[in-house]
């Protein structure tokens, strides 16, 4: 019968979250903060790309650096919004601080001392190359017994 297909214990419903946050929280050092921005983590044959999504920030906003085999991705900046007066009588004047640092372990795999970092259109870019070894081993032909 239909309904009982839907029960969890045979087969999940579409709207459940298999592979969500929860799956990968763990690997990504993940927390549920929303002042954190949320990131991409692409791979393809010679090296892993994260995309961090940060509009409205500069290059000089980030620090990038490998720490214990961690890539730690951080910012930190100070935002001023003012309205009318001069800076001794002022009518308003708002401080806005933003920082957020996000962690990621760094697999064996990757060539650490050639990670590179841009940041262009609203997205920092970190590409993580893959060691020599690993991009060979990536691709073996299987010999048919």
């Given at each position: 019968?239909?309904?009982?297909l839907r029960n969890?214990?045979?087969?999940?419903?579409?709207?459940?979250?298999?592979?969500?946050?929860?799956?990968?929280?763990?690997?990504?050092?993940?927390?549920?903060?929303?002042?954190?921005?949320?990131?991409?983590?692409?791979?393809?044959?010679?090296?892993?790309?994260?995309?961090?999504?940060?509009?409205?920030?500069?290059?000089?906003?980030?620090?990038?650096?490998?720490?214990?085999?961690?890539?730690?991705?951080?910012?930190?900046?100070?935002?001023?919004?003012?309205?009318?007066?001069?800076?001794?009588?002022?009518?308003?004047?708002e401080f806005s601080?933003?920082?957020?640092?996000?962690?990621?372990?760094?697999?064996?795999?990757?060539?650490?001392?050639?990670?590179?970092?841009?940041?262009?259109?609203?997205?920092?870019?970190?590409?993580?190359?893959?060691?020599?070894?690993?991009?060979?081993?990536?691709?073996?032909?299987?010999?048919?017994?």
């Open positions: 019968m239909i309904p009982m969890k214990r045979f087969l999940p419903s579409f709207d459940d979250d298999v592979f969500g946050k929860d799956f990968l929280r763990d690997f990504f050092n993940w927390e549920d903060n929303p002042s954190v921005p949320d990131v991409n983590v692409k791979e393809s044959k010679d090296h892993y790309t994260i995309e961090v999504a940060a509009p409205g920030m500069d290059k000089k906003d980030f620090d990038v650096n490998v720490q214990n085999n961690m890539l730690v991705i951080s910012s930190e900046k100070e935002a001023k919004n003012e309205e009318g007066g001069d800076e001794e009588n002022y009518v308003r004047r601080y933003t920082s957020f640092q996000r962690s990621f372990s760094i697999p064996e795999t990757v060539d650490a001392e050639s990670i590179k970092a841009k940041y262009e259109n609203g997205v920092l870019y970190v590409e993580l190359p893959k060691k020599k070894e690993a991009v060979e081993k990536a691709s073996k032909q299987i010999k048919i017994e």
